[in-house]
């Protein structure tokens, strides 16, 4: 049968002033019709590069190669932009990450969906056009397409502009859609309606899709087959239950380790050892042997072939070589148990203590937006705090009271005794920035570009004239930089010489070197790809059961949340509707808000999300009216009236 | 409501301005005499000297001259140039239409040269044609203006003899045809456009050059929309509101950007007057060029705010989207 897409032998590099990168080397894949592979991988591993080759859209400094490319039949190599044009949207089409960026701005969304229509269909009348653009607004599940028609893309939310995305990508009825990270910006409840709709689509219109990501659990959800992309080359391919039942690879054992769904509670998270390499030029041998705890000789001197493990499950190690030690892998695949649900009152002085926090934010044109709505909780010495909600649920505005960084309009937050927006001394002025420390979701904006680690790190000891415990700033600044795993050669690096999570450590360096007794830190993995995120989740564990400061994590990660906190709250919409030991909030959710949070959520486990039914809900519809009450002991939620407690 | 707001903001600007320039004037060292009376202001007698000061009210402390000004200005009287003899706004008026003429036509041509050439270079961005516009194009900016109008009468009016190198109509021909007059603008208005076009058709290159790396892009290209299509009806739409809002706003620096190229032609403008104005301490003359010209800065920058608020969605107040996405 003839494959919709086949890939051959396929590489692309990238002319760069400091040498050619090459971004993927020797890719050899296809796709049936109407079949979603999903392709996983690290950022930098090439998967993006991979679909511009496809589409024809790679930068003018890319060269490509390949000893086969073609789609629906046509062999799309050096075929020019004119005739490229006439497949693209047509026979391939392509959604990106970013939605907020990939509409434009000055045109209603329903111009834009008919632009789309009509580039195929240039002889297509007005009417016409506007018909089958609504039609394909419905497609997508558009609430109320009529009425979004002649919106613009800044009136939308980000998922419903995901969706026209989507819309405009199925205008011309490809056979096949790119999908570059289409869901990485969303929320999980809008993650999961629209992964749903891709399969919704698939199923209606057979429109196979390459979807590429960097979250196992958005493959494993959506996807049939699924590979797995290291250093520009696909290290291991298979359907999604090989994948994921019985890996092979050792990069992918890596990946599925680090992941705190597939922990159990208490365990640590694996972290893959060092980063990826630089691709100009690659390494000899395997590129991932220098990571890898199983590797052999020959993986530093040749590159492994794919080995075949079944009909339809590769992958590239030479741990499959017949002539390979047998190794045992160490990763589980599936979930593990829930862990008993502990049910007691959480014992301990507290220390952040806060009441009725409310405030709201005026917008333009005379309206506002309540970001806080009475929010009161209590942090006690030493607890892992955790906060979950999706994004605008008032996290970030919640944090910002608590570090006095924004003065909430009502309500009182308490730290050591002290009401942080109270009349203050000089001394409790002191004593609370000193004491509490804050780290940010984005280290790259929130690090000054011209100070180096050093600087960075012994800033606040500086500013606040504390006495560097161990002599000198620089020699604090190493100290701490060597306490979150990074060797003192960093001192003297800018943010930007710095990988991403590197320069959350920095971050991280910054905000101990003051021995604070509460850390915040805001979405700190948000930015981050899976195996560092593993690497920073450790990290904070370690770190907290050496220094015991207490911690207010701040994420929409449910899996990362219930992998480190003690206690979790959830906010909707600016109010906490639930609070609750957090072994007993995932087990035993009461708000129905929390529970379609965790049905929402995609797990890394496709056996369990075929059966999953699909995912259907408003996000504005649940009820936050009620008081918060303690429905069983230490678990407070926001009840409504058919809700009974247990 | 908003409107009567404005208005009274634009009148207090003026206000301002107009105090300001008095002041500013006044304290200047110079001997506004002389403007009135030539080289005689010199050799008059110190009693001659104060009968002339007190004729023309400069006598008194500068805040009564001031108030004197402003109620005169209220009643339609904006005073005499001490240089014509005449009411100023009759000097003006007879100079105002050339340098409109000059300036206005300039300033349509430089719009809509600059934005076809910004385009061009945008849509073949790095290529050969994109390199040689840019390359002359940065030549041309970097040529002064007063050298370039001497190297045009050079060759086009002194070596050629196609082109009259000054005035704005042949001599005797009072007014002239439109034939004669267009002659006499040509190369004035080469000039104008000459200096000021690569500095905006730069502009829109790095504009819209800039809009071709957005996401939008990179979409329709996907959907198979030509490279042409999408740069005219998508990136020149996102460029347009701040095109608008850099010409609008410099709306009077090129009117005015025409003063050295007026004088090296000899063209009867207002650059001619403003300079000559400030130099002799024509106080009446020069605050109401100071006012023309501020008013034009106002009212030209509340005209590129209305622009860019009609050309642009996102600037309007009229959003009614629900509040959804907020960190």
């Given at each position: ?93 392509m959604v990106l990450q970013d939605p907020m960026t990939s509409l434009d701005p000055t ?31 419905e497609l997508v599940k558009l609430d109320g397409a009529a009425a979004r028609y002649d ?496 | ?327």
């Amino acid at each position: 049968m003839e494959k919709l897409l086949q890939i051959e032998h396929l590489s692309v590099c990238f002319d760069a002033p400091a040498g050619t990168v090459e971004a993927v080397r020797d890719v050899t894949l296809d796709l049936a019709a109407g079949e979603i592979l999903a392709l996983v991988g690290e950022s930098g591993c090439g998967k993006s590069a991979l679909c511009r080759a496809v589409m024809g859209l790679l930068p003018a400094n890319a060269r490509m190669e390949a000893a086969r490319l073609s789609v629906a039949g046509t062999d799309i190599r050096g075929l020019r932009e004119r005739d490229m044009r006439r497949l693209r949207g047509k026979v391939f089409s392509m959604v990106l990450q970013d939605p907020m960026t990939s509409l434009d701005p000055t045109c209603t969304v329903g111009a834009q969906i008919t632009e789309a229509v009509r580039s195929h269909a240039p002889k297509l009348g007005k009417d016409e056009a506007r018909r089958r653009a609504l039609e394909l607004m419905e497609l997508v599940k558009l609430d109320g397409a009529a009425a979004r028609y002649d919106r613009y893309p800044g009136e939308l939310s980000g998922g419903q502009r995901q969706l026209v995305v989507l819309a405009i990508a199925l205008a011309s009825g490809p056979k096949l859609l790119l999908a570059d990270e289409p869901t990485t910006a969303l929320d999980v409840t809008v993650q999961a309606q629209i992964l749903d709709l891709l399969r919704d689509i698939r199923r209606e219109l057979g429109t196979a899709a390459v979807l590429v990501t960097h979250d196992l659990a958005v493959a494993a959800r959506a996807a049939d087959r699924v590979a797995v992309m290291y250093a520009g080359k696909i290290v291991e391919i298979g359907r999604a239950e090989e994948v994921f039942g019985d890996p092979r690879h050792p990069y992918t054992w890596g990946l599925l380790a680090s992941l705190p769904a597939l922990a159990k509670k208490g365990e640590s998270l694996y972290a893959i050892p060092g980063m990826p390499p630089t691709l100009a030029p690659p390494p000899k041998g395997d590129a991932f042997a220098c990571r890898n705890e199983f590797a052999l000789a020959i993986d530093y001197e040749r590159q492994p072939p794919m080995f075949p493990v079944t009909d339809t499950h590769f992958a590239a190690t030479w741990l499959l070589d017949p002539r390979a030690p047998k190794v045992t892998r160490s990763v589980r695949t599936g979930l593990p148990d829930a862990a008993e649900p502990e049910r007691r009152p959480p014992a301990g002085e507290v220390l952040l203590d806060v009441k009725g926090l409310t405030h709201r934010f005026p917008l333009p044109g005379g309206r506002s937006v309540l970001a806080l709505d009475g929010v009161s909780f209590q942090i006690r010495k030493g607890e892992i705090f955790g906060l979950v909600g999706q994004s605008g649920s008032g996290k970030s505005t919640l944090a910002r009271c608590v570090m006095n960084i924004l003065r909430p309009q009502a309500g009182t937050v308490v730290y050591q005794g002290v009401d942080v927006w109270g009349r203050l001394s000089r001394a409790e002025r002191r004593m609370l920035r000193t004491d509490r420390q804050i780290v940010f979701q984005d280290s790259a904006g929130s690090l000054d570009p011209r100070m180096t680690a050093s600087e960075l790190i012994a800033e606040p000891l500086a500013v606040n004239h504390v006495v560097p415990p161990r002599g000198s700033l620089r020699a604090e600044a190493a100290f701490q930089l060597h306490y979150v795993g990074l060797d003192p050669s960093y001192l003297d690096k800018y943010p930007a010489q710095l990988s991403g999570g590197q320069r959350q450590r920095v971050a991280i360096a910054r905000a101990l070197a003051m021995e604070p007794s509460l850390l915040v830190a805001d979405e700190p993995l948000a930015a981050l790809d899976a195996s560092i995120q593993a690497q920073i989740l450790e990290l904070f564990k370690h770190l907290q059961a050496q220094h015991g400061f207490t911690f207010l994590f701040i994420a929409h990660d449910l899996a990362a949340v219930r992998h480190l906190c003690d206690r979790v709250g959830v906010l909707y919409r600016g109010k906490l509707v639930e609070l609750a030991p957090t072994e007993e909030l995932y087990v035993n959710p009461l708000h129905p808000y929390t529970r379609a949070l965790l049905e929402a959520a995609p797990l890394p486990d496709p056996v369990r999300e075929r059966r999953r039914p699909p995912c259907r809900f408003d996000e504005a519809a649940f009820d936050r009216s009620g008081p918060l009450v303690e429905a069983a002991l230490g678990h407070f939620a926001v009840l409504g009236g058919e809700e009974a407690a247990p | 409501m908003s409107v009567i707001k404005r208005l009274l903001a634009f009148l207090l600007s003026l206000l301002i301005l107009s105090a300001a320039v008095f002041w500013i004037a006044r304290l200047a060292p110079g001997d506004p005499l002389i403007s009135y009376y030539g080289e005689r202001a010199e050799r008059l007698s110190p009693a001659d000297r104060a009968r002339a000061e007190a004729a023309l009210g400069l006598d008194k402390p500068i805040h009564v001259q001031y108030l004197r000004w402003l109620q005169n200005a209220l009643r339609g009287d904006l005073g005499i140039s001490y240089k014509y003899k005449q009411n100023v706004l009759t000097v003006i008026g007879d100079r105002i239409g050339n340098t409109l003429l000059l300036g206005g036509v300039g300033y349509l041509l430089i719009f809509s040269l600059a934005l076809a050439l910004g385009l061009v270079c945008a849509r073949w961005r790095d290529r050969p044609l994109d390199k040689i516009l840019c390359k002359l194009g940065t030549v041309t900016a970097c040529i002064p203006e007063f050298w370039l109008s001497l190297l045009l009468i050079l060759v086009f009016s002194v070596t050629l003899r196609w082109l009259p190198s000054s005035g704005a109509w042949s001599l005797g021909a009072d007014g002239g045809s439109a034939a004669d007059r267009l002659r006499h603008l040509a190369l004035p208005m080469t000039a104008v456009v000459a200096g000021h076009l690569w500095y905006y058709a730069y502009t829109v290159r790095n504009l819209v050059t800039e809009q071709m790396g957005a996401g939008y892009v990179l979409l329709e290209r996907a959907e198979g929309l030509s490279r042409g299509r999408i740069l005219l009806g998508h990136c020149l739409r996102n460029v347009l509101p701040s095109y608008l809002t850099i010409m609008a706003v410099d709306l009077p620096h090129i009117l005015g950007g025409t003063y050295v190229v007026e004088t090296v032609f000899s063209y009867p403008g207002i650059g001619t007057l403003s300079y000559e104005s400030a130099r002799y301490q024509d106080y009446d003359l020069l605050m109401v060029l100071c006012l023309l010209s501020g008013a034009a800065v106002m009212v030209c920058n509340m005209l590129a705010q209305a622009v860019s608020r009609r050309v642009d969605p996102r600037m309007g107040a009229g959003m009614d989207g629900e509040v959804t996405d907020r960190g």
